[in-house]
């Protein structure tokens, strides 16, 4: 099939041929010859579809992500790695999580968080929030150098001095778009910076010359509380973890991997300890996580929880799933499914969301019914921090009836810690 044809076929298949032109023009440019990326669409698609998401709930802040940074952001284009993708104060209410949760107490013990990314901002907040815990950060792809250039965008460089990743400083699809547009050209501009920084680096944390940064993180950021390893889910050598944490990792790997995990996991945990899995995006938006405790030796299923942003979701973290059956991303699709057909809460949800759009000035609704055009001027931390603030406004106002929905519907389902709809998993019928 032609990309023409590609596009026409989602267009009629998922949204009854009703996507605005425009929003089909954003995905003009889409490399539908990489099959990873066709096959990462048709399974995004397909979840908004089963989720019952209808032509005027994607945003053309999505269309944009999807057509011109979702083929620059998977692992395709990273010889096949897992891009160390994240993002400070992605994970701030899961750190207030492990603080004040209803299975284990605030009494500070070890907390691993595995496939950490790079640079470790993510695990930085943590250390930040969990005072007098000891932290360990892993990733198997640890880099050995991080070169920063002027304007903060960043690039990773393993032991053998081969460029693994870059990302812009703030991550929004221009900025993403300016570094991956020429991305030989992007690799040379940082292999020019390490190899001028590397010589005055020495044994040093870091060097800085004319704006430009060289960074050996481990040693920059090693510290009484946080320690590093350069190993994946079951090759860290640790025991007695009191909270791990694994976010926005499994959801590129299917479920055979994710059952050996959970043996790992069940292993390396402490007796009573949690294990929060799941995904999500700044100021922990978009959220879905599953979270387990260790009881008697066994891992036991405490929750799963999700923001109520993805009933209505600004970017493309809800559904940006690899393969077709991770778990949080199915039981998500099911839980919204349910949601969004009861016709009383989807209307309440969809008044709610356009006030609070409004209100935020978040890419509101128009008079043609379908979201407004992001303001272009506005900077990553606008956007995500309006996104957060309409994500934590919709938990606040929605979350009580969502779980009556829930509950009526035969769910065990509850408002938990965060203000997140949780429920008590029982299986899911969307894979
Ligand atoms: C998208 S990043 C997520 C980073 C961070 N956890 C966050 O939420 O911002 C995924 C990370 O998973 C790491 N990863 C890949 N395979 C892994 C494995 N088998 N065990 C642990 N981490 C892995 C990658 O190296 C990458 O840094």
């Given at each position: 099939?032609?990309?023409p044809e590609i596009?026409?076929?989602?267009?009629?298949?998922?949204f009854?041929?009703?996507?605005?032109?425009t929003?089909?023009d954003?995905l003009?440019?889409?490399?539908t010859?990489?099959q990873d990326v066709?096959?990462?669409?048709?399974h995004?698609?397909?979840?908004?579809h089963?989720?019952?998401f209808?032509?005027?709930?994607v945003?053309?802040?999505?269309?944009?992500?999807?057509g011109?940074l979702?083929?620059?952001?998977?692992?395709?284009a990273?010889?096949?790695?897992?891009?160390?993708?994240?993002?400070?104060?992605r994970?701030?209410?899961?750190?207030?999580?492990?603080l004040r949760n209803?299975?284990?107490?605030?009494?500070?013990?070890?907390?691993?968080?595995?496939?950490?990314g790079?640079?470790?901002?993510t695990?930085l907040?943590?250390?930040?929030?969990?005072?007098?815990?000891?932290v360990?950060?892993?990733?198997p792809?640890?880099p050995?150098?991080?070169?920063?250039?002027?304007?903060?965008?960043?690039?990773t460089f393993d032991t053998?001095?081969?460029m693994v990743?870059?990302?812009?400083?703030?991550p929004?699809?221009?900025?993403?778009n300016a570094?991956a547009?020429d991305?030989?050209?992007?690799?040379?501009n940082f292999r020019?910076?390490l190899?001028r920084?590397?010589?005055?680096?020495?044994?040093?944390a870091e060097?800085?010359?004319d704006g430009?940064r060289?960074?050996h993180?481990?040693r920059?950021?090693s510290?009484?509380?946080?320690s590093?390893?350069t190993?994946?889910?079951g090759?860290?050598q640790?025991?007695?973890v009191d909270?791990?944490?694994?976010?926005?990792?499994?959801y590129y790997?299917d479920a055979t991997?994710r059952?050996r995990?959970?043996?790992?996991f069940e292993?390396?945990?402490?007796?009573g300890g949690?294990?929060?899995i799941g995904g999500?995006?700044?100021?922990?938006?978009?959220a879905?996580?599953s979270v387990?405790?260790?009881?008697?030796g066994?891992l036991?299923?405490?929750?799963?929880?999700f923001s109520l942003d993805?009933?209505?979701p600004?970017s493309?973290?809800?559904?940006?799933c690899?393969?077709d059956?991770?778990?949080?991303?199915?039981l998500l699709?099911?839980l919204?499914?349910?949601l969004r057909s009861?016709a009383?809460f989807?209307q309440r949800l969809?008044?709610?969301?356009?006030?609070?759009r409004?209100?935020h000035d978040f890419?509101?609704?128009?008079a043609d019914?379908f979201y407004?055009?992001m303001?272009?001027?506005?900077?990553?931390s606008?956007i995500?921090g309006r996104?957060g603030a309409?994500?934590?406004?919709l938990?606040?106002e929605l979350?009580?009836?969502a779980?009556?929905?829930?509950k009526a519907?035969?769910?065990e389902?509850?408002?938990?810690?965060?203000?997140?709809v949780?429920v008590?998993?029982?299986?899911?019928?969307s894979?």
């Amino acid at each position: 099939m032609s990309r023409p044809e590609i596009i026409a076929s989602w267009n009629d298949r998922y949204f009854g041929g009703t996507l605005p032109e425009t929003f089909r023009d954003s995905l003009a440019e889409l490399p539908t010859e990489r099959q990873d990326v066709v096959d990462f669409l048709e399974h995004f698609f397909k979840l908004m579809h089963h989720g019952r998401f209808v032509s005027t709930d994607v945003s053309p802040m999505q269309c944009t992500v999807l057509g011109s940074l979702l083929s620059r952001i998977l692992p395709g284009a990273w010889s096949g790695r897992i891009p160390p993708i994240t993002v400070g104060g992605r994970h701030v209410l899961i750190d207030e999580y492990v603080l004040r949760n209803k299975w284990r107490d605030a009494t500070p013990g070890l907390f691993l968080d595995i496939g950490c990314g790079f640079p470790p901002v993510t695990t930085l907040d943590s250390v930040a929030a969990l005072q007098g815990w000891q932290v360990l950060a892993a990733d198997p792809s640890m880099p050995a150098h991080v070169v920063y250039d002027a304007e903060g965008n960043y690039a990773t460089f393993d032991t053998q001095g081969e460029m693994v990743y870059f990302q812009p400083a703030a991550p929004t699809v221009e900025t993403w778009n300016a570094l991956a547009e020429d991305a030989t050209a992007t690799e040379a501009n940082f292999r020019r910076l390490l190899d001028r920084l590397l010589p005055d680096l020495g044994d040093g944390a870091e060097v800085t010359s004319d704006g430009a940064r060289l960074v050996h993180p481990m040693r920059l950021y090693s510290s009484a509380s946080l320690s590093f390893q350069t190993a994946g889910i079951g090759d860290v050598q640790v025991q007695d973890v009191d909270v791990a944490r694994c976010f926005n990792v499994l959801y590129y790997l299917d479920a055979t991997f994710r059952r050996r995990t959970m043996q790992w996991f069940e292993q390396v945990l402490t007796e009573g300890g949690l294990l929060l899995i799941g995904g999500d995006w700044a100021h922990t938006s978009e959220a879905r996580y599953s979270v387990y405790q260790k009881v008697d030796g066994h891992l036991v299923t405490r929750e799963f929880a999700f923001s109520l942003d993805n009933l209505c979701p600004a970017s493309i973290v809800s559904w940006f799933c690899l393969v077709d059956d991770d778990f949080e991303t199915l039981l998500l699709a099911d839980l919204v499914r349910e949601l969004r057909s009861d016709a009383a809460f989807l209307q309440r949800l969809n008044s709610v969301n356009d006030r609070l759009r409004e209100q935020h000035d978040f890419a509101p609704r128009g008079a043609d019914g379908f979201y407004s055009e992001m303001d272009p001027s506005l900077g990553a931390s606008e956007i995500w921090g309006r996104a957060g603030a309409v994500a934590s406004d919709l938990n606040e106002e929605l979350a009580e009836e969502a779980v009556a929905v829930l509950k009526a519907g035969g769910h065990e389902a509850w408002v938990n810690d965060l203000g997140h709809v949780a429920v008590m998993p029982t299986g899911v019928a969307s894979q």
